[in-house]
């Protein structure tokens, strides 16, 4: 299966807003339950979405020499829930890129609301060929450039995928003032064949869903009647690859509380070091 | 700026992009040997301190103002710093103790020098270097 989230490009050039679509479709994998029990497209990967566009614009301007991996954000607002039938209009704003970095914010919206934000996201750039053969992104990319890349669609075999969301699966401890669980990541994940085919490594923003689930466990399990929904993902930092086999262990502690808002914090690590942080929002 | 003036704000911003205390960083405090920062620190810690003190912190300026007028033969050789690029650094990371400039240092190490103070040096020379560029500017307009 692929991870790619951008169906057309319709405007690359990096000094202006880049411009694309991305349509949820009733066969799109990543379709996720919410809080309410609707089918949304995870919050997550709209996220993605917009980072893949700024990126397949980035790439195009090195030639796809380079491209830009997960590195830093400042700041994603998550303002509605995206349904199956609906489409996401993704842009992208580059505000600075070189041999080392792009930086970049951008948005996505929903018959002309927006849905969901990133602002101060900082990607490095890394040769190309360490992730995907060169031919093939630029198939990829000229594919998205005439409108012909296919649809997302669930492969026959889908519910072979039990391993397609990764998560929490093991709590090592569960207590109001810390959580304690571990992520194995799984090689035989079907997302990992695309990303990337030279270097398979968890997407991060998978691993941000998987969070965002623990932190709603926790939500359930200790506040009583719980209607917090996630608003916002803070300070966001991946400083390592998580490869396959890898176990991420992850802690979540409590920043901050008030009647109508909670802050966590969480820390991953692999064997002892850091490989990812970041805060979550959580509001009535 | 002074150095002693942008300290407070350059130490909470490094507390707060490393995760540490703000207890554990002092002025002397070195970024990796001490503070466990990791390459990704560093572009979210330029990032930081450009938004909160408005500058611009061109990729790479730490090295350049080091290198000084030494070209890059002078500099480095095959990637390890000739001894000459070793007196410029010396010279230039004033702050960061002598033990820390072993022979042979690579050119790949030497973040392994930056110290909190060379941020606050960082952030205070650019801050001039903006204020020289908007009175040209000024001057232009007039």
Redesign the interface.
């Known amino acids: 299966m692929t991870f790619l989230f951008v169906d057309a490009l319709t405007q690359t050039a990096i000094d202006k807003p880049i411009v694309g679509v991305k349509r949820i479709t009733e066969g799109e994998p990543f379709l996720i339950e919410n809080a309410a029990g609707e089918r949304v497209f995870m919050p997550a990967l709209v996220g993605e979405a917009i980072g893949q566009l700024g990126a397949w614009a980035v790439m195009a301007s090195t030639d796809f020499c380079k491209r830009p991996v997960a590195g830093v954000v400042a700041n994603v607002a998550m303002l509605a829930d995206v349904y199956p039938g609906q489409v996401l209009q993704l842009e992208t704003h580059i505000d600075g890129v070189d041999n080392e970095a792009v930086e970049y914010h951008g948005r996505a919206m929903v018959e002309g609301q927006t849905i969901f934000t990133v602002d101060g996201a900082i990607g490095p750039m890394l040769r190309m060929t360490t992730f995907i053969d060169k031919v093939e992104v630029m198939t990829q990319y000229q594919a998205l450039i005439n409108g012909s890349r296919p649809l997302s669609r669930c492969p026959s075999d889908m519910g072979a995928y039990t391993n397609l969301v990764p998560s929490f699966d093991k709590l090592l401890s569960f207590q109001k003032d810390l959580v304690v669980a571990e992520l194995l990541v799984d090689e035989h994940a079907p997302y990992l064949n695309d990303h990337f085919p030279n270097k398979p490594v968890l997407p991060l923003t998978l691993l941000l869903n998987a969070k965002l689930d623990l932190a709603m466990n926790y939500l359930n399990e200790f506040v009583a009647h719980n209607v917090f929904k996630p608003a916002m993902l803070r300070k966001i930092k991946m400083s390592q690859f998580v490869v396959p086999n890898d176990c991420l262990t992850t802690t979540l502690k409590v920043k901050s509380q008030t009647a109508d808002e909670i802050v966590f914090v969480f820390k991953s690590e692999v064997e002892s070091k850091r490989v990812c942080v970041c805060e979550m929002v959580f509001r009535r | 700026m002074s150095v002693e003036a942008v300290y407070p704000k350059v130490r909470h911003i490094i507390s707060?992009v490393l995760?540490v205390d703000e207890e554990e960083v002092s002025i002397e405090s070195r970024l990796i040997g001490d503070l466990?920062a990791?390459?990704?620190?560093f572009?979210?810690l330029v990032?930081q301190l450009e938004?909160e003190f408005k500058i611009k912190i061109p990729?790479g300026q730490l090295e350049k103002d080091a290198r000084g007028s030494l070209s890059d033969d002078e500099f480095e050789k095959g990637g390890v710093v000739t001894d000459q690029g070793l007196s410029a650094l010396k010279q230039y990371f004033s702050e960061t103790a002598d033990e820390h400039f072993k022979a042979n240092l690579k050119v790949n190490e030497i973040p392994t020098l930056f110290t909190v103070q060379t941020f606050c040096k960082l952030v205070t020379k650019q801050q001039q270097a903006g204020d020289v560029e908007q009175g040209t500017n000024s001057e232009a307009v007039a």
């Open positions: 707060d995760m466990g990791e390459s990704i620190d572009l979210d990032f938004r990729r």
